[in-house]
């Protein structure tokens, strides 16, 4: 089975970069690109799309809070209606420059503070299902299995992936431990030995030194991790030298 690499990209704003999307692009097979809701704008967008079609990378939406200031790391308070119609205000504005470059958007994955809380409130994970189904395209879902937003794809019949995270420590729970705790971002010495536990024992690294099941078949690198370009570099020849073929899912 093929193991998917991803990393969330299109992050800057305006005269404000964020990470290397360029050398990312040459590593990963799937680029979750921000909408303009946590971060990115129109130009932004449109460059992404364009870099990711000619690099053969799938384009997936990365829907996020209306929250530049925050990062999309703080909660919002929006209603269900509200959440539909933004996400699917964000995804079809991706498509558009994903489009023009060649693609369209195969998959959606919700950002930071949404990517918690829809996980955990089945009616903001419907609300997510309800956007993508009025989108159409055959759109897949990415994020987190065994959670509120697996059980509303199934019960759609969208496609679903479920998620690791290389650079960050889990909780016992099988959360993702909160950045602001100790050891919740992970160097990339261990984010390596953490994306090949992911992919060959489904088993990730938790805070307290224990671990996790993690069921999944993407693993994703932050853009904006420390050193994420080496650290994507290394991980895709740790799974290459262990036999673990990288390849899209979508």
Known sequence: ?????NSDLGEGFGAYSM???????DIVTSANIACGFHAGDPSIM???????VAKGVRIGAHIGYRDL????RRHVAVTADELRDETLYQVGSL???ARSAGDRVRYVKPHGALYHAASADRELAEAVLSAMAEFGGELSLLGPAGTELEAAARARGIAFVGEGFADRA?????????????GAVLWPDDAVTQALSIARDSKAVTVDGGAVAVRATSICVHGDSPAAVEMARRIRSTLDEAGIPVGAFC
Request: net charge negative; hydrophobic share 45%; glycine share 10%.
């Open 19 to 25: 990470g290397d999307d360029a050398a990312m692009l």
């Open 170 to 182: 889990y909780l016992s729970s099988g959360r993702l431990a909160p950045r602001s705790q100790p």
């Open 1 to 5: 089975m093929a193991f998917d690499l």
């Open 95 to 97: 498509d558009v420059f």
């Open 46 to 52: 449109r460059r992404t799309c364009e870099l990711a």
């Open 69 to 72: 200031v925050g990062f999309g």
